[in-house]
């Protein structure tokens, strides 16, 4: 919840927000370098702890929207379609939501499974369905957002956060921090529109 004093903002989520994304970033930059020096990433389960941190930097910006949004006149979906826009379809806080919502439930999804053509020694490839045909509701919103930027695949976070990144500072960083005066225009925006509304409503009762 964010207070204005003389226009300026008193945000105290903002700044717990500000510090846990950095740490996440200092996480991953620690990351990234025993990437650099693994023979076999993927085997050292250097990407898996990757996502981990990720998943978890994009619940906290998604715990800051709920805790920003409610104390204006607009719904958490009205809210997500104000500030930058990273597609001509997509806004900034769409994707990071997305993001959210996919790591928290994604185990959840019922993906089936498709047995492929036997190769030449007579194996059956099993392999995950990936084009979220199966999925309905929340799970077909989540799905169609995150595909809009990066194809569900492994380390889909990691792809979804280096795309973000990408598509909001033409940089190829992949850490949260960039993303955070992003967020403060967010904010900005969001209190700017919903003084708007409380002035037409109070105008339309004149």
Same mark, same amino acid.
């Given at each position: ?117 036997? =190769?030449?020694?007579?194996? !059956?490839?099993?392999?995950? $369905?990936? @084009?979220? %045909? *199966? #999925? ?7 799905? =169609?957002?995150?595909?809009? !930027?990066?194809?569900?695949? $492994?380390? @889909?976070? %990691? *792809? #979804? ?46």
């Amino acid at each position: 919840m964010y207070l204005k004093v003389s226009n300026k903002f008193a945000d105290s989520d903002f700044y717990f927000l500000e510090k846990f994304l950095r740490m996440i970033d200092t996480e991953l930059s620690e990351i990234d370098k025993q990437i650099k020096q693994s023979k076999d990433p993927d085997s050292d389960g250097l990407c898996d702890l990757g996502e981990y941190f990720i998943g978890y930097g994009f619940i906290a910006i998604q715990r800051y929207i709920t805790s920003t949004y409610p104390q204006t006149s607009f719904k958490k979906m009205q809210s997500l379609k104000l500030g930058h826009k990273i597609n001509d379809d997509l806004y900034l806080l769409e994707a990071i939501n997305a993001g959210a919502n996919y790591w928290k439930h994604e185990n959840e999804w019922p993906f089936p499974l498709n047995e492929g053509e036997p =190769d030449d020694k007579g194996m !059956i490839p099993i392999e995950i $369905d990936r @084009t979220g %045909s *199966n #999925l309905k509701g929340i799970q077909k919103i989540t799905y =169609d957002t995150i595909t809009k !930027i990066t194809p569900y695949a $492994d380390y @889909t976070l %990691s *792809n #979804l956060l280096a795309g973000i990144v990408l598509k909001t500072t033409n940089t190829s960083n992949l850490n949260f921090s960039v993303l955070l005066s992003f967020i403060k225009e967010w904010r900005k925006k969001l209190d700017v529109e919903n003084q708007k509304h409380k002035e037409e409503e109070e105008a339309s009762q004149i």
